[in-house]
């Protein structure tokens, strides 16, 4: 990849257009590739305060300021090479007014992280001692403007998100605790992909605009409230191939809720692993791995669910558009009866699928009326999916696991989760192809239910 940064306009071109010619009739009109514009590189040799644009350079390593945001001014381009070490202090936030790519590979990722932290990876730890979650150097995540039309995240480990903000916030649509990701642009577009997210008190937010999530793995999100990837009114995009662990309250969850012009909110959430999710919400039908809600839309398929508190839920009040859901093949784990008994949530309205494992005729009775409370002890540790390493049954303490080191989430090969994945859809698919300045792939759904599929595609992690 050619090391020098565009400028903003004619990198959105770049990721908008890559048609070499257009035909009209017997006129063939081509159009020529705008030429790339050299952008300057932003010096390591002193911590950074204000706004900057241009690059930051590959194996170099960057310092946010006490007390300072790093800021990108609209129509400015910030462009972080591979390799890249970007430090924040505390309740410092990177501001997103402009564009911004962090271009991590898979060989030379980048981190924006806080520098010396300790990871504290022990299921008998209380969340409220975890550093992922408590520590007075949390810093304040990525907050996007409405001005911000492109938003890209490859290979990253994004780490420690989530601070109180400190004095007037960045942005006039957030206060309080920050966000781990904001971004607000309808019809603009956000892409995440491979990335790494570990430790946040709140969640991944996108309250408007067109977006890829794909084949990122989500450790130790929200403390006590809050989900993975949280998505409202105006929002449009895939959430595919991400594993999600430990969560406070949902992995994914999309609503229409919100009240400016824009689309309705239409999310396919396909071929995600979800373990131990929902434990550390307390209220009553809150938390677990799914949710649609307050007229959002989609497709939700092949989606391996374990050990969370709750399976999908599709909720009746608000009510999600029912008339344009369509899910199954979603694939249930539960250790204990409380698990069990939840797979289809009481109190909502999500239809039991004959696709799905176990068969739900096995344990709920009828007939069966949507939401109605039952009792499923028999399918308790039923149809062990097989991990390559984690132990299934569990103990206690395992359900207190947020995190994935040390463990192997692939499917051993003779796990009944293979080959049973439906492939009849596809992607919303609505940001751009690019290398750089948009989704590398969007992946179709996968025959494998979860994130990790035997021939190798969906979460390279």
């Not at 462009?79 to 202090?89: A, D, K, N, Q, T």
């Not at 131990?276 to 391996?304: H, Q």
Request: hydrophobic share 30%; with cysteine.
């Amino acid at each position: 990849m050619n090391k020098l940064v565009l400028c903003f306009a004619i990198l959105f071109a770049c990721a908008t257009a890559f048609t070499s010619c257009v035909k009209h009739g017997n006129d063939v009109v081509y159009t020529s590739t705008p030429k790339p514009q050299v952008a300057q590189g932003i010096s390591d040799s002193a911590p950074l305060c204000g706004t900057y644009k241009g690059h930051m350079t590959t194996g170099k390593t960057y310092r946010v300021g006490a007390g300072c945001n790093l800021t990108v001014n609209a129509g400015d381009t910030l462009f972080i090479e591979p390799g890249v070490h970007l430090y924040m202090s505390p309740a410092s936030s990177i501001v997103v007014k402009g564009t911004l790519v962090s271009y991590g590979t898979q060989s030379n990722p980048n981190w924006i992280t806080v520098e010396g932290m300790v990871r504290t990876d022990d299921p008998n730890l209380p969340a409220a001692q975890d550093s992922a979650y408590t520590s007075t150097r949390l810093w304040c995540g990525i907050n996007c403007d409405t001005s911000c039309r492109l938003l890209v995240l490859k290979w990253t480990h994004i780490e420690y998100t989530g601070a109180n903000f400190v004095g007037t916030p960045p942005l006039v649509s957030v206060s309080g605790t920050s966000h781990a990701i904001f971004y607000q642009t309808p019809y603009g577009t956000f892409v995440m992909e491979d990335c790494w997210l570990y430790g946040s008190v709140d969640e991944v937010r996108v309250s408007g605009g067109n977006f890829s999530f794909m084949r990122n793995t989500v450790e130790k999100f929200s403390l006590t409230n809050g989900d993975g990837f949280n998505v409202k009114h105006g929002s449009v995009g895939d959430m595919a191939y991400n594993m999600i662990i430990g969560g406070s309250t949902n992995g994914t969850k999309a609503s229409d809720k919100g009240t400016y012009t824009a689309p309705q909110t239409n999310v396919n959430m396909y071929n995600n692993t979800y373990v131990n999710c929902g434990f550390r919400r307390t209220s009553a039908g809150k938390g677990g791995s799914i949710d649609y809600e307050e007229g959002a839309r989609g497709y939700c398929y092949n989606n391996l669910i374990v050990n969370c508190k709750y399976g999908l839920r599709i909720v009746n009040n608000p009510p999600a558009d029912t008339m344009n859901m369509h899910y199954g093949n979603t694939y249930f784990y539960g250790d204990s009866e409380n698990i069990v008994d939840q797979f289809y949530p009481s109190g909502y309205i999500t239809q039991p699928q004959t696709t799905d494992i176990p068969d739900p005729s096995t344990y709920l009775p009828s007939p069966y009326t949507l939401g109605q409370t039952y009792t499923a002890t028999a399918v308790i540790g039923a149809n062990n999916p097989q991990f390559v390493n984690f132990p299934l049954p569990t103990t206690t303490s395992v359900y207190n696991v947020a995190y994935v080191t040390g463990f192997d989430f692939h499917l051993g090969g003779s796990s009944p989760a293979l080959g049973k994945g439906y492939t009849g859809f596809s992607p919303l698919g609505v940001v751009p192809v690019n290398d750089t300045f948009g989704a590398t792939q969007i992946t179709p759904p996968g025959v494998d239910i979860g994130c990790y599929q035997a021939n190798g595609m969906g979460n390279k992690h």
